[in-house]
């Protein structure tokens, strides 16, 4: 079993950063895939961005690559996502997620979700 529980969210203007964390407790952290999904009113649920374990790896939606960057560090079992020149588009509420996959961009692959931090961006 997986807790994970997200923070940083809150209300931003165009253009500002925003750095979502993730703290994640019980089984072993170090050995699954992270992911951030997102979820905006009337709309399913998205993927965001992935990492492996080990953090060799990355995967990002087309709409957030070159602005937002995920990582992660095993040692404080805590996955990051940093959002910078941030879009009305991107509010939403963000889903931190583990998965026993090396790495997945589906949130079928994910075991283990958090219970999300709203982000909202003002134009």
């Known amino acids: 079993q997986v807790q994970l529980v997200e923070s940083g969210g809150g209300l931003v203007q165009a253009g500002a950063s925003l750095r979502l964390s993730c703290a994640a407790s019980?089984?072993?952290?170090?050995?699954?895939?992270m992911g951030w999904f997102r979820q905006a009113p009337g709309k399913e649920r998205e993927f965001v961005a992935a990492?492996?374990?080990?953090?060799?790896?990355?995967n990002y939606a087309d709409s957030v690559k070159g602005r937002f960057t995920i990582s992660r560090d095993n040692a404080k079992n805590t996955v990051y996502l940093q959002m910078n020149s941030l879009k009305p588009e991107d509010t939403a509420v963000y889903y931190c997620?583990?998965?026993?996959?090396?790495?997945?961009?589906?949130?079928?692959?994910?075991?283990?979700w958090g219970q999300g931090t709203q982000v909202t961006v003002s134009s």
């Open positions: 019980g089984r072993t952290f170090r050995g699954y895939g």
């Open positions: 997620a583990a998965s026993r996959l090396v790495i997945a961009t589906s949130a079928a692959g994910y075991g283990y």
């Open positions: 990492i492996s374990w080990s953090g060799s790896s990355t």
